[in-house]
């Protein structure tokens, strides 16, 4: 389609603009999101039109939000005079930055829509934006600030934004404050609202809180309303964060026939992921090749992890071998997979291979902080913080204090081939979430909860000393992974060692 729409642009364009249908031909444009089409639309646009008309800036803003191309929008967001740029204008671009993957400067673009000339009021519209960027964060001021926008507004309430809202504060490690939503929305409304059910059930899910999240989607069910692909698979992910494959199996199996929802590939990955962590590898894998989708990158990697994870070393290796480019082009945490079974493997030429192409550019892991509304963000052996000789003798104190405890270093977890021991240990204590519980430790009151946002999976060591910190301390130490949260405390993990 692409290509067609490219050969004969100028014709079609022209002839749309005749006809005075430049708004709707550039909405059109945006669906198909190509860079080119964008770039090429908005140059005959600004040759053709007056600059003065909202709904053609609202337009091309919109082309390159939902293509991605933010310093494109940014740069046409700035040709917009200040009286032309309407909550639709700010919306936009606060969409395009989340979009590129730039949640805080989405932030920061709301809070200047509100402060700049006097402010333009947010629509419903804006606060899903925001609430998106929230969540991608992970932290729970920006969603308590942007929750009481709503409530100003008399918009916290409307369905859209209360979703978004109990969807943010789960993400965001406040369940209890999603919950607090959900139960008042429930008794207010006295009926049973698909999106905001399935944004709680999705957080109850990612909290580890599988009972009480399928409880809710078998009520949901029988109310008589219709899940969505959505609900789906939060009720399956909730099988995955506990390890129900009968469970998962049959809400998998009903999925058309009961609930009248088409399966799709996100359902598949669930139970990919399910049946690989409870160790059914044969079964993953048959779930995998006889799906009728292509796989993706993180179904694939799951399937590696798994496999790494059971010892199934060969199974690991054959499946590294047979997709490659889905595992590399992904992201730096499938670096470390890879590292980990080719060291699983002793192989440590290829591990060594591996390492080279980790350090030419990929990060493989960060953990985010915030501590008196500041974000702070930490990478294994990072030495860039400017508390960092503190951090470190900090993480000193603990690692004696754990060791005091019988805390035996998991030398496994070590990426690299280090010979030494000494060394693989010491390489082990600066993981980046450490780094960010200790940041954490110096700089807020004894007994204060620690939240950090970890963009990879924990590993073992982490989530050992992680237990027995909460207890030493006595402290709730709250980790958001990239698969679900994991709640510390008084030396027990609410995954219950199931990750
Ligand atoms: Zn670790
Ligand atoms: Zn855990």
Not at 43 to 64: I, P
Not at 117 to 142: D, E, K, M, Q, Y
Not at 287 to 310: I, Q
Not at 426 to 439: D, M, R, W, Y
């Amino acid at each position: 389609m692409e290509v067609v729409l490219s050969s004969s642009l100028d014709q079609q364009l022209h002839a749309q603009l005749i006809k005075n249908e430049l708004p709707s031909l550039l909405s059109s444009a945006a669906l198909l999101r190509s860079h080119s089409i964008s770039r090429q639309i908005h140059a005959l646009t600004v040759k053709t039109v007056s600059s003065s008309c909202n709904l053609l800036h609202n337009s091309l803003l919109r082309l390159y939000s939902t293509s991605s191309q933010f310093p494109s929008a940014l740069k046409l967001f700035d040709t917009i005079p200040h009286s032309h740029r309407d909550a639709v204008t700010w919306t936009l671009l606060i969409s395009a930055a989340t979009e590129s993957n730039r949640p805080s400067l989405a932030l920061r673009i709301f809070d200047s829509m509100q402060a700049q000339h006097g402010g333009v009021l947010p629509n419903a519209a804006t606060l899903l934006s925001v609430l998106r960027a929230c969540a991608v964060i992970g932290f729970p001021s920006a969603v308590r600030r942007a929750h009481v926008v709503a409530t100003r507004l008399g918009l916290a309430s409307e369905p859209s934004v209360l979703t978004a809202l109990i969807d943010a504060y789960s993400k965001c490690g406040r369940l209890n404050l999603a919950e607090r939503l959900f139960n008042k929305h429930i008794a207010s409304t006295n009926e049973t609202d698909v999106f905001s059910t399935t944004a709680f059930i999705a957080g109850l899910a990612s909290h580890g809180r599988s009972a009480e999240a399928l409880r809710l989607f078998y009520e949901l069910v029988e109310s008589g309303a219709k899940p969505d692909g959505r609900t789906v698979t939060a009720a399956l992910s909730a099988c995955r964060s506990s390890g129900m494959v009968c469970e998962g199996y049959r809400i998998f199996n009903s999925c058309t026939s009961k609930f009248g929802v088409e399966r799709r590939i996100e359902h598949y990955g669930c139970m990919v992921d399910l049946l690989a962590r409870a160790g059914r590898l044969d079964e993953a894998e048959e779930f995998v090749r006889g799906m009728p989708f292509e796989p993706d990158p993180v179904m694939w990697r799951n399937l590696v992890w798994a496999s790494n994870l059971h010892k199934d070393i060969d199974r690991a290796k054959r499946l590294i071998k047979e997709r490659p480019s889905l595992l590399l082009e992904e992201d730096g945490g499938s670096y470390v997979l890879i590292g980990n079974v080719y060291a699983s493997a002793e192989n440590w030429e290829e591990k060594a291979r591996i390492r080279r192409r980790m350090t030419t550019g990929k990060v493989p892991g960060c953990s985010r902080i915030e501590v008196k509304g500041i974000v702070h963000e930490f990478e294994a052996g990072d030495s860039k913080h400017p508390e960092g000789a503190s951090i470190y003798r900090k993480w000193e104190e603990v690692m004696e204090e754990l060791r005091t405890e019988g805390h035996v270093p998991r030398l496994s977890e070590v990426l690299l081939d280090v010979e030494d021991e000494g060394e693989k240990a010491l390489q082990l204590q600066h993981h980046s979430e450490k780094l960010a519980v200790a940041f954490g430790l110096i700089s807020t009151r004894p007994g204060e909860d620690i939240l950090v946002v970890k963009n990879l999976r924990a590993c073992e060591d982490c989530h050992d000393a992680m237990k027995l910190l909460s207890r030493i301390h006595g402290r709730k130490i709250v980790i958001r992974d990239r698969i679900r949260f994991h709640h510390f405390s008084n030396g027990a993990c609410s995954c219950r060692d199931y990750w």
